[in-house]
């Protein structure tokens, strides 16, 4: 016993060690710098410029919105792609064949994909040429610069990680459950809200997270797909960081970002436990 | 009354045949089993009743109404299914309200009435409990008392007692065919254990290669099997060359005789047999005793006879020793074709 448990602290050392060194020292040297001044006196005032500032809680504003609006929109065209992938494909190549079409953009650079997507949503780009040859639009909408554009392309980065994390939940879903729950007399709408949706939420939580955390935390797609006229928190961060180089105003940012996130993935988690323990009663 | 009529259901799975033109007739509160070896069809057949799976062709028609291309959720029957398949999610209450929810009961009538059902399988006091907290034995329960929660008029059961130890099956056999009585709901069980189906069955249907081979009560399929098939599959069988009439053994295989062991009569003389009885001499392979019935495995030309007895074998009958197998051949039965 005595043994086996040094052998487990030992086989703990390096993971732990990794961890400390890569994750958590960083981290703390973060949150030293936004809480001194450039001279290295303890100070608030970081948190002040950020916080007091109306521009500042404007691009929260921004960032936030379009986090939120990424997970949503991954949430909900992911899970009728999981279903699609799951439950309607019976062909197992052409299965494996859409996975890899679905991570396939994730082998390749972020830049490569924005940049990407800057030729498709320019002016005189494809997706423009394509509604403007239909007839559906009469002048080239604007996606480049404005928040829709950078929807878009953290949409398309994204969404692999609802599809996959939602298929995996399906699949573990018991086709006898909705065969059970049809028996008793629900329908297969009924059927979907009362047995596979709630069965599947553990899905679309992990999903939702993994979407909201790197949506919030973008830099390479938002930048590049702003063209300069929206900014985003991590971006302003960045500038502190690269341009300015003041770590102390850039670290209390990317706190103030982190603080904000963690809570709302608290608020979340704890309403969806709240509304599982209100089911309970139904 | 006829319940449930089955006329002429077809299923095939690719190039695999499930069901084969198979056609059945329930009455009204009886108690039916599915019986056969795995991939004979049973479940499938199941399965298609349920509304789980649509058949090829043929109709199934429950109480006068036609069902073949009604959804589940609109037939008038309710499915105790193989792994129980409750709702994990739910309580043991909410699990067994979920059907009177459905039928548009409200909240209170529908938890009224899964309590209800929930004492007549004498969990009442589980209610509030998680079924994923439960035994397997609990378990089954609650998924009984979900499917007749809603007093279905006919019942199918996809073998849910193969996942119980042997004792709690048999003291559940007992318990399911009294509730059956009890409710007069028609039952329709599917099986691959040949006691449980003797023991709990008003008929039995055996299947075999997605056909119907025999539907009988128990006693008749034990007695009278119509084919070698059901004679090997329900309980053990010596099949014996018979002439056509059989009064007597034939010497090149004629007719069939099924012959059960319990029927066949080890002597260690000829002229200890009655008077009309029919022999054959044979080699003691092998015997056994067994909680009060003694087995003698013997061989006959190329041929292997079981004898079954009670009580304990006399002391001369051992491996290698010559006897005469003899049998009343009033006992015997030949098969048709």
Same mark, same amino acid.
């Given at each position: ?6 052998? !487990? ?41 950020? !916080? ?13 919105? @379009?986090? +939120? ?18 439950? +309607? ?12 079409? @679905?991570?396939?953009? @994730? ?25 403007? /040859?239909?007839?559906? +639009? ?11 554009? +950078?929807?878009? /392309? ?29 028996? @008793? ?98 | ?39 004979? *069809? ?10 789980? %799976? #649509? =058949? ?6 429950? $109480? ?38 459905? =039928? ?25 409990? #998680?079924?994923?907290? %439960? ?29 119980? $130890? ?33 023991? %709990? ?5 055996? %299947? ?26 329900? *309980? ?11 009064? #007597?053994?034939?010497?090149? =295989?004629?007719?069939? *005789? ?13 002229? *200890?047999?009655? $008077? ?62």
């Amino acid at each position: 016993m005595f043994t086996s448990r040094l052998t !487990l602290l030992w086989l703990l050392a390096l993971p732990l060690c990794v961890f400390t060194a890569f994750f958590l020292i960083p981290l703390g040297v973060v949150f030293v710098a936004s809480l001194t001044t450039q001279d290295g006196q303890f100070t608030l005032s970081q948190y002040g410029r950020v !916080l007091l500032d109306g521009y500042h809680w404007q691009v929260i504003a921004v960032t936030f919105r @379009l986090a +939120i609006l990424s997970t949503i929109i991954c949430v909900v065209l992911g899970y009728p792609l999981a279903w699609y992938l799951v439950r +309607i494909v019976k062909w197992r190549s052409w299965r494996r064949a859409c996975v890899i079409m @679905l991570i396939l953009p @994730l082998f390749t650079s972020n830049i490569v994909r924005s940049f990407g997507w800057m030729v498709l949503l320019g002016r005189t780009g494809l997706v423009n040429d394509a509604l403007l /040859g239909v007839g559906l +639009i009469e002048r080239p909408i604007r996606f480049l610069g404005t928040e829709t554009g +950078i929807l878009i /392309g953290l949409v398309y980065i994204l969404l692999p990680f609802t599809v996959l994390t939602i298929g995996n939940a399906l699949a573990r879903v018991e086709p006898s459950l909705e065969h059970a729950s049809r028996d @008793l007399g629900a329908g297969p709408l009924r059927t979907f809200c009362s047995i596979t949706f709630p069965l599947t939420m553990h899905g679309v939580m992990a999903g939702g997270t993994i979407v909201f955390s790197m949506a919030i935390s973008a830099y390479v797609t938002p930048a590049l797909l702003s063209g300069g006229k929206v900014t985003v928190l991590a971006m302003l961060a960045f500038q502190q960081y690269s341009t300015v180089f003041d770590f102390n105003y850039g670290g209390a940012l990317s706190i103030t970002l982190l603080t904000f996130t963690m809570a709302l993935i608290g608020i979340s988690s704890w309403m969806t436990r709240i509304g599982v323990h209100e089911k309970k009663g139904n | 009354m006829t319940l449930l009529a089955i006329h002429d259901v077809s299923k095939s799975f690719s190039s695999h045949r499930a069901l084969d033109r198979v056609s059945l007739d329930v009455m009204q509160g009886e108690f039916i089993s599915l019986l056969g070896p795995s991939g004979c *069809g049973k479940t499938t057949l199941l399965r298609v009743i349920g509304g789980f %799976m #649509s =058949a090829d062709g043929g109709r199934i028609i429950i $109480d006068g109404q036609d069902v073949s291309s009604l959804p589940p959720e609109r037939r008038p029957l309710n499915t105790v299914f193989q792994n129980y398949a409750l709702f994990p999610h739910m309580t043991v209450l909410e699990n067994v309200s979920y059907g009177p929810r459905r =039928a548009g009961a409200s909240r209170k009538e529908a938890e009224v009435r899964a309590q209800e059902a929930l004492e007549m399988v004498g969990l009442a006091a589980m209610a509030p409990r #998680s079924p994923r907290a %439960m035994s397997g034995g609990q378990q089954q329960r609650v998924a009984l008392a979900r499917a007749i929660v809603n007093k279905p008029k006919l019942l199918l059961l996809d073998e849910p007692l193969s996942a119980l $130890d042997l004792q709690l099956r048999k003291r559940m056999q007992i318990e399911l065919k009294q509730l059956q009585v009890q409710l007069g709901i028609t039952f329709i069980f599917v099986t691959h254990d040949q006691d449980e189906a003797m023991a %709990m069955s008003d008929r039995i249907a055996v %299947m075999s290669a997605g056909r119907i081979e025999q539907i009988d009560e128990p006693e008749t399929i034990y007695r009278r099997p119509r084919t070698r098939f059901v004679a090997d599959f329900i *309980g053990e069988a010596n099949i014996l060359p018979m002439q056509k009439d059989g009064r #007597s053994l034939a010497r090149d =295989a004629a007719f069939d *005789g099924v012959l059960r062991p319990e029927n066949l009569r080890v002597f260690t003389r000829a002229d *200890g047999l009655p $008077d009309g009885w029919l022999s054959l001499p044979a080699t003691v392979s092998a015997s056994t005793y067994v909680g009060g019935t003694s087995n003698i495995y013997m061989v006959s030309g190329d041929r292997s006879l079981h004898a079954r007895s009670y009580g304990v074998l006399p002391g001369d009958i051992r491996e290698g020793v010559e006897i005469i197998a003899g049998f009343d051949p009033a006992d015997i039965h030949i098969l048709e074709g």
